[in-house]
């Protein structure tokens, strides 16, 4: 399996999952693509379709209404597909943490490999999540 | 005989020459696209690694549709654009044709898009249902310039549909972009295979922004590398056909071979600037610009063909 992982190291295509943001987390993923930071140098590619996504970028508190759709695209996404926690608030809740409608355990719904802090976080830590990532792929 | 045929599908010409060299081609498109916007751009093996990877993931069929159309229709598209390939290549590099004419290879070139069209149906997906009705219309669309285009070289050779007839004129007169016929036909065969293989400004299958990704969308792991890969076959077998039909073939030998690259990478590069200097047409448009424009004009290169100038 080496050999294979090294290969999705090198092309890791992301989904964008917004989990009901505030879309401020949204358009600094879209900063990645743009010629300062250019991702597309280490193979990273956004999709718009989830059965070719490699890794969901998951943004937003993910609340009672979105939590089942969220379930879904990840069973939609071919496996293996990796999950990252774009921002405070799939990471800790943010300010909503204790609102009516806030899924309390998010884990149960999505399973997180990688969470990003930072409200929004900036594109170098968002970066540095995907290296850490790629970083166990490559074992 | 037999094992000169399978090594003409299966290696040289064909399948493993195509694909490798489709993949090249796919990262010289990613490449100067990316340069085009200030950009550094993917590494030289990002498309191979693409490929591995998305043959290593997990098929997913749908539940409603078609299935056995589902998985069919990249698996052919992939068949038929190695034939493609073979027929093309073995003509401009052997002067063989693997027994096929311009007919036969129009006609998979077609067939190529009407799997396009199968494989978007048969999901049932609304968004891949749109971009296949789109593709129909794409192909309604430039076919009628291209086959006109194409008539020019068999009209200059002398009313010959094989390869081998087109590649003796032109070695014999010099290329045909050169003429006044040939030129024209040459830019309106450009165009048209621009939209034969949904490139931008003539992407209004896949259109991402507003169908996600057309016939694709619901292609995951291997079906969707054999789709990538089809795509950048394509890369090859039309740039070669150009050179095949207009600029006068690929001579091995030599200097011919720094001559044949040249030309290969020039229309290459050609195809990628229109790519990237173009925002995509309605689909309204497209039919609009390739029935308005390009067929009189294309009509126009015919009867000039038939002129003899």
Redesign the interface.
């Known amino acids: 399996m080496g050999w294979y992982n090294r290969r999705l190291a090198k092309s890791l295509w992301v989904f964008h999952v917004s989990a009901s943001p505030c879309n401020n987390c949204d358009i600094e993923i879209l900063d990645l693509l743009t010629p300062r930071y250019d991702v597309e140098r280490f193979g990273i590619k956004l999709v718009g379709s989830v059965r070719h996504a490699d890794v969901l970028l998951v943004t937003g508190v993910i609340n009672e209404k979105v939590a089942p759709r969220v379930r879904r695209l990840y069973e939609q996404a071919p496996k293996p597909v990796f999950v990252v926690g774009i921002g405070t608030c799939p990471t800790s809740g943010c300010c909503f943490k204790e609102s009516y409608n806030t899924v309390q355990r998010r884990e149960d719904v999505i399973p997180f490999d990688v969470y990003v802090e930072g409200c929004p976080p900036k594109p170098e830590a968002m970066i540095d999540a995907i290296v850490k990532l790629v970083g166990v792929l490559n074992g | 005989m037999t094992a000169q045929i399978l090594f003409d599908f299966f290696v040289f010409p064909g399948i493993v020459f195509t694909a490798v060299l489709g993949l090249l081609a796919g990262w010289v498109d990613?490449k100067v696209s990316?340069r085009f916007?200030?950009?550094?751009?993917?590494?030289l093996f990002?498309n191979f690694?693409?490929v591995?990877?998305l043959l290593?993931?997990?098929?997913?069929l749908v539940k409603t549709g078609n299935r056995w159309l589902f998985i069919a229709a990249p698996l052919a598209g992939f068949a038929v654009l190695s034939l493609a390939a073979t027929s093309v290549g073995t003509a401009l590099f052997f002067g063989r044709a693997a027994g096929m004419d311009l007919i036969v290879l129009m006609y998979l070139l077609m067939f190529y898009s009407v799997l396009i069209v199968l494989g978007g149906a048969s999901p049932g997906n609304v968004f891949s249902s749109l971009g296949a009705g789109r593709e129909v219309k794409l192909l309604l669309a430039d076919e009628l310039p291209f086959i006109l285009a194409c008539l020019v070289p068999v009209v200059r050779s002398g009313y010959k549909l094989d390869f081998g007839a087109i590649l003796a004129y032109q070695a014999g007169h010099g290329m045909l972009v050169a003429s006044v016929s040939g030129a024209v036909a040459f830019v309106v065969a450009l165009l048209a295979v621009q939209a034969k293989m949904a490139l931008p400004p003539f992407h209004i299958p896949e259109a991402?922004t507003e169908l996600?990704?057309g016939p694709?969308?619901?292609?995951?792991?291997p079906l969707?590398a054999f789709w990538k890969l089809n795509q950048f076959m394509m890369l090859v077998v039309f740039p070669f056909l150009l050179i095949l039909l207009f600029w006068g073939g690929f001579d091995l030998r030599g200097l011919g071979l720094l001559w044949g690259i040249l030309k290969y990478l020039l229309i290459l590069v050609l195809i990628i600037i229109i790519k990237n200097t173009n925002p995509r047409v309605r689909t309204d448009t497209a039919i609009a610009f390739f029935w308005k424009y390009l067929s009189p004009l294309a009509l126009a290169a015919v009867v000039l063909a038939v002129l003899g100038v």
């Open positions: 990613r990316a916007q200030y950009r550094v751009g993917p590494p990002q690694n693409d591995f990877k290593g993931k997990e098929t997913i991402e996600v990704a694709f969308i619901e292609y995951g792991g969707l």
